[in-house]
């Protein structure tokens, strides 16, 4: 390989960036794509729409009511309309949760009898629905708890005390960001490197490269080289979006995190570079790295569910795509913190690195220096 | 002495063989012209020769032997390809300067005190010393092509392949193109394989392969060549009609060919005769047109369009500097000019595809003020653009009924016209192929039927017959004859043909944006009694005015 050679192709490569103003997407599309996605995806339920019904107004009561109304997850109102009406309001979508409680609570209660609680959610979506389910009974089991306290009798002698790992504030953004990342170096790189090679063929500069003594790893370097480049600066600019402004920890080791990133982008840019040996035009070339790269990219991202619940023919395709060796690199990065210690990342960095050499070969070998 | 042996090549792709067995050679210094139609294999011989597209059979260049793009590998320091298509090989964000830093580096040249006056040299043969900070995509057509001349002959190759480097290049341009391939082929003692489409051009070279079907059919010099075809030129005179069908005549271009005798005497004939006796031999010869005059009764104005100071400015760049212009009924108008004289843009401010900075326009006696005047007139305007713009995922027949709807023409009326066109203007066997698949020559006649359907008063027509056959550019030019005859229409047409200026009853020519000359052919000749051919006398104009 004669590096002056490269060296000028890819000076031509870094002008074309600059001068077609590219380069902005370089770095528009991955911050982007994770700043939508990053505050889009939201799995928590908070400001829940509530109607309390209170029936009875007396002391107990107005602590069940209390409880909703100081919890961040319930925006709470609390009325005296007729049951009817109430539901009414679910359906035209006004509101997410009705609480009723029934005349005799209080009463109830001091006498030792049971007492039922009227709740109603709004299930059209089921998660969010089964979420805004569970937040009630939290509240009602922990009002019930300060009943029998006041009681005086020995109601609350077991209590929960659970405790998440990893993500103890149950945050959504740590559990999301992460994973973003492991999507965006994905898809922006591969539609780059697609995009700069078949630009060529499309134009008919490409003939500069067929009929030069140019050989074809002079060609394939001075292609992927600016664009590992622009890329691995959006590596760091991922990782300050994601601990700067969606506040995840990050408590592993930067160079684990980087170093990776580095070899996840020379996957993506391989894809690329394998789909533009099979297309000729610069749209069809986007729309195949986009479909390619965002369906598994996402899927198999860990985002909307852990590859460890998947089952069948997902788990094997999960397994085949590089997203999910990379994800677990990277969630362990920013909330685990045990590096290379555990043998899993070792194996999964391991992994990568063999899946971008296999990769790299494919794509230079399938390169033809001769019209189709 | 390095020379270069072609023997037996043959490519063929998916579905057909572009190129059979074909053999010649040639000698150092040497510069071998390729003619033949579109399709006939020209460009699929130079891409394998070049060593960019697989082909059986070998070559050998200076006793090196290769069969394949891999074996040729190794020569490729010693070749130099410039491909079909203007700017094709050049970045159009990259400026002339840097285009000969990025070609000097890629091939690894040396950059010493004789690299840079040599560099200096081409720019200056090419006329670009003044234009070394312009960014490729701002030059034009001919500029594009001088650009990537010199690109290619950076690395001083010994064996030179361009295919098509003046189509679309205005004469001036094309004259500078070869003067500089002509002095580098002495000084260098390259071997240059040139494809053309102007015929003036190929005279000029030492050999001429004639290409059809694949196959090179015949070989020599211009002088032997136009020897071969001398007895079968004649005079221009009316064709006889014929009753036996297997005899046929073509005229074009002042002469008439034909495999018999005709009564009119013999002419000296030009190398585009080789096409049409050809054409004879092979009984390829075409459905005589018939045009039907127009459906709908349409009164012919005196005057179709009259341009008063029209003005065009692009930044403080004037494309168009105050054009006054008169398009009769009837009437045919060549518009000529070099690359970027603003021919195109003239067309595109009739057309209201560009707005008009100065100067008044009447479009069939109307004012044209506002873009609600031209609604009006749509109806009765025809346009062809320089690249046909056809949809390629649709049959002919599936175009052609997309333009009738979007004329909001009658579905019956409209089929029944396309089915017309079809016949008279000869495709009518194509219908159902899509127009990827397809000649230039037929996609251009259906190009002009798309425009005809709302059976328009005027035609504009932008460069149709560039790129396109010498046999397919007779047929058309006839058929814009006849429609002028049987529909009284005007059309205005811009070529860079000059032979077909003649067919024209008045040319006008621009130069930089301005009119610099508006007159009959008669006329124009009567002026420049030493001119041979239209070409002589469009050079004198721009030769004066520099």
Redesign the interface.
């Known amino acids: 390989m004669n590096l002056s050679v490269v060296k000028a192709y890819m000076l031509k490569e870094f002008t074309e960036l600059l001068r077609t103003k590219m380069i902005i997407m370089v770095y528009l599309l991955p911050s982007m794509i994770l700043l939508l996605f990053g505050y889009g995806i939201r799995m928590e339920v908070t400001h829940a729409r509530t109607l309390v019904i209170d029936n009875d107004q007396s002391h107990f009561s107005r602590m069940l009511t209390a409880k909703f109304e100081h919890s961040k997850y319930f925006d709470t109102t609390v009325t005296q309309m007729s049951e009817a009406e109430a539901l009414h309001r679910i359906k035209q979508a006004k509101t997410d949760i009705i609480v009723i409680i029934p005349a005799s609570f209080e009463k109830r209660l001091l006498h030792g009898q049971k007492s039922e609680i009227g709740v109603f959610v709004d299930g059209a979506f089921p998660n969010r629905g089964m979420t805004m389910e569970n937040y009630v009974q939290g509240v009602v089991l922990n009002a019930a708890q300060s009943v029998a306290g006041s009681l005086g009798s020995h109601g609350g002698l077991i209590s929960i005390n659970s405790r998440n790992l990893f993500n103890q504030a149950m945050r959504d953004e740590n559990a999301i960001v992460p994973g973003l990342i492991g999507l965006v170096l994905l898809v922006a790189p591969a539609i780059l490197s697609a995009l700069m090679i078949v630009k060529e063929k499309e134009r008919g500069t490409i003939f500069n490269f067929y009929a030069s003594p140019l050989s074809r790893s002079e060609f394939l370097a001075a292609k992927l080289i600016p664009a590992f480049l622009l890329h691995s600066l959006n590596i760091f600019i991922l990782f300050l979006w994601a601990t700067e402004v969606f506040d995840v920890p990050f408590r592993g080791s930067f160079s684990l995190y980087w170093f990776a990133a580095e070899i996840y982008i020379l996957i993506s840019l391989s894809i690329g570079m394998l789909i533009s040996v099979i297309t000729s035009r610069q749209i069809v070339a986007v729309v195949l790295t986009i479909i390619i790269t965002i369906i598994p990219g996402f899927l198999y991202s860990g985002i909307l569910m852990p590859i460890s619940s998947m089952a069948g023919g997902s788990y094997i395709e999960a397994h085949l795509f590089p997203v999910m060796y990379f994800n677990h690199i990277v969630y362990d990065c920013f909330l685990a913190g045990k590096g290379l210690a555990s043998a899993k990342t070792a194996e999964y960095l391991g992994i990568l690195i063999l899946y971008a050499v296999i990769l790299l070969l494919l794509g230079t070998a399938l390169l033809k220096k001769e019209l189709k | 002495m390095a020379g270069l042996e072609v023997r037996d090549v043959t490519v063929s792709y998916k579905k057909k063989v572009a190129i059979r067995k074909v053999s010649f050679d040639a000698k150092a210094g040497e510069i071998i012209g390729m003619i033949g139609a579109d399709g006939a294999g020209k460009s699929s011989l130079m891409?394998a020769v070049?060593?960019?597209?697989?082909f059986e059979g070998e070559v050998s260049y200076g006793g090196r032997v290769y069969r394949s793009?891999?074996e040729a590998?190794a020569l490729?320091?010693e070749?130099?390809?410039m491909?079909q298509?203007i700017g094709?090989?050049?970045?159009?964000?990259?400026t002339v300067a840097?285009h000969l830093?990025?070609?000097a580096?890629?091939?690894?040249l040396r950059q010493d005190a004789a690299f840079r006056d040599y560099r200096q040299k081409l720019l200056h043969m090419a006329g670009l010393s003044d234009f070394a900070d312009r960014?490729a995509g701002k030059l034009s057509g001919g500029m594009m092509q001088k650009l990537s001349l010199i690109c290619t002959l950076l690395h001083r190759p010994k064996l030179l392949i361009l295919d098509e480097p003046t189509t679309g290049v205005d004469p001036l341009s094309r004259l500078e193109l070869w003067d500089i391939l002509d002095s580098i082929r002495k000084e260098e003692g390259t071997i240059a394989l040139v494809s053309t489409a102007y015929m003036q051009e190929a005279a000029k070279m030492d050999r001429i392969l004639l290409f059809d079907e694949g196959e090179i059919i015949a070989m020599g010099t211009g002088e032997t060549l136009i020897d071969s075809v001398r007895e079968y030129t004649f005079e221009a005179g009316k064709c006889p009609e014929k009753s036996s069908s297997d005899t046929a005549c073509f005229s074009f271009d002042k002469r008439s060919y034909s495999l018999d005798p005709l009564p009119s005497p013999h002419v000296e004939p030009t190398l585009e005769a080789l096409f049409f006796v050809n054409a004879l031999r092979k009984k390829r010869t075409l459905p005589r047109l018939e045009i039907e005059a127009r459906e709908s009764k349409t009164e012919i104005p005196e005057t179709v369009m009259e341009a008063r100071g029209l003005t065009k400015r692009f930044g403080d760049f004037t494309a168009n500097d105050h054009i006054d212009m008169r398009l009769k009924g009837g009437e045919i108008v060549g518009l000529l000019g070099a690359n970027g004289a603003g021919k195109t843009t003239f067309i595109k401010m009739l057309l209201g595809l560009y707005p008009i900075d100065e100067g008044g326009l009447t479009l069939l006696g109307k004012s044209i003020r506002s873009s609600d005047d031209r609604q009006a007139l749509k109806a009765k305007i025809g346009y062809v653009s320089q690249h046909f713009a056809l949809y390629k995922d649709m049959t002919v027949r599936e175009n052609l009924i997309y333009f009738a709807n979007m004329h909001r023409i009658p579905l019956s009326t409209a089929i029944k016209r396309i089915n017309r066109y079809a016949r008279e203007l000869g495709f009518n066997d194509y219908m159902d192929h899509s127009p990827n698949e397809l000649p230039l020559g037929i996609n251009q006649r259906f190009s002009v039927a798309a425009a005809l359907l709302h059976e328009p008063v005027v035609l504009f027509l932008d460069e149709p017959t560039s790129g396109v056959d010498t046999i397919a550019r007779a047929q058309f030019w006839e058929m814009l004859h006849r429609l002028k005859a049987s529909w009284g229409i005007s059309i205005l047409i811009t070529t860079h043909y000059m032979s077909e200026a003649e067919y024209c009853d008045r040319v006008v020519l621009m130069r930089q944006g301005r009119k610099i000359a508006d007159d009959t052919v008669e006329a124009l000749y009567a002026g420049h009694p030493d001119a041979k051919n239209f070409e002589d006398i469009f050079l004198s104009y721009y030769r004066s005015e520099t």
């Open positions: 891409h070049a060593g960019v597209l697989r793009p891999k590998e490729k320091t070749f130099g390809l491909p298509g094709l090989v050049l970045y159009e964000t990259l840097e830093d990025f070609f580096h890629i091939r690894s960014q």
